[in-house]
């Protein structure tokens, strides 16, 4: 089955820099776009970052964009989200995503703070 495993949330300060990764397993990860969504409390779960399959492009939404850098590593099946220049809205849970057969998956999450 398809699992999504999210790792390297931690506690940054203001301006920090901090990277996540996720470990696809269960299905064809060098044919699948994948993304990254976060949640911040009491909000909606949003889209955050996109890669297409061969990890060639990629799409950013705005508050992020020149900030965070999305990878995917399809030899180890690792997809990345490289976060610089922290500030405090982007506090959240972030969870890695994908679509197979017509399903969406998303991991379990991992936790970003930025505090001082």
């Known amino acids: 089955q398809v699992q999504l495993v999210e790792s390297g949330g931690g506690s940054v300060q203001p301006g920090g820099s901090l990277t996540i990764s996720c470990v696809g397993s269960?299905?064809?990860?060098?044919?699948?776009?994948m993304s990254w969504y976060r949640q911040a409390p009491g909000k909606e779960r949003k889209l955050v970052a996109a890669?297409?399959?061969?990890?060639?492009?990629?799409e950013y939404e705005s508050s992020v964009r020149g900030r965070f850098t999305i990878s995917k590593d399809n030899r180890r099946n690792i997809l990345f989200l490289q976060m610089n220049h922290l500030g405090p809205e982007d506090k959240a849970m972030y969870y890695c995503?994908?679509?197979?057969?017509?399903?969406?998956?998303y991991g379990q999450g991992t936790q970003v703070t930025v505090s001082s």
């Open positions: 995503h994908t679509i197979y057969h017509v399903r969406d998956y």
């Open positions: 269960g299905f064809s990860f060098d044919e699948a776009v």
């Open positions: 890669i297409t399959r061969e990890g060639y492009s990629a």
